[in-house]
């Protein structure tokens, strides 16, 4: 994962100024690599003390993200906390192998103050459908465990797994014909 940070002022005079950075979730070590940038501009504005020498240099002041690996969808001045929050997501969805945007729209629908326990402890998996999920969570909790094998067919999965979609239980993000299922308890 990486991020394109563009000069400001280099890009306000028609000039492409900007380097790839290594997204991290070390917002210090990101803000050291960008203000290097900002230090190489060739329309520097502002004077700044060097980190190593201490001595003043000329530097860009401003820079926003013009690009983006990895990340999913960034806007331009999300700032370097956000894009330290977005690996960290990118992990947990690793993690648990799900799609970042998977993760990043369950952020979006603001379930938890803490996105990354909320998935990490009540992802229930993925599933073609809600009936899909109703079938496989029956059987997997054994369910069906007191129903005679002649009645078992006669249960309706579509309506439960809609009872289920509707109920609040369930916290659900569908992309690319999939669902992935939260506990929302």
């Given at each position: 994962m990486r991020f394109y940070a563009a000069c400001l002022a280099s890009y306000n005079a028609g000039v492409l100024h900007g380097a790839w950075i290594d997204a991290s979730d070390d917002v210090a070590e990101m803000q050291l690599e960008v203000n290097a940038m900002l230090r190489a501009s060739p329309f520097p504005n502002v004077t700044v003390t060097h980190p190593v020498t201490g001595a003043a240099v000329a530097s860009a002041e401003e820079?926003?993200?013009?690009?983006?690996?990895g990340l999913g969808?960034?806007?331009e001045y999300a700032g370097l906390a956000a894009i330290a929050e977005r690996v960290k997501l990118a992990e947990v969805a690793d993690?648990?192998?799900?799609p970042l945007s998977v993760v990043l729209e369950v952020k979006d629908d603001n379930v938890s103050n803490d996105v990354?326990?909320?998935?990490?402890?009540?992802?229930?998996?993925?599933?073609?459908?809600?009936t899909d999920f109703a079938e496989k969570f029956t059987d997997e909790t054994d369910g069906l465990s007191?129903?005679?094998?002649h009645l078992r067919s006669y249960i309706?999965?579509?309506?439960?797994?809609?009872?289920?979609?509707i109920s609040g239980d369930y916290h659900h993000v569908e992309q690319d014909g999939?669902?992935?299922?939260?506990w929302n308890h």
């Open positions: 820079w926003a993200i013009h690009d983006s690996e969808n960034i806007a993690d648990i192998g799900i990354e326990s909320f998935i990490r402890e009540n992802y229930q998996g993925q599933y073609d459908s809600w007191g129903v005679p094998e309706d999965f579509e309506r439960m797994g809609n009872d289920w979609r999939s669902l992935f299922v939260f």
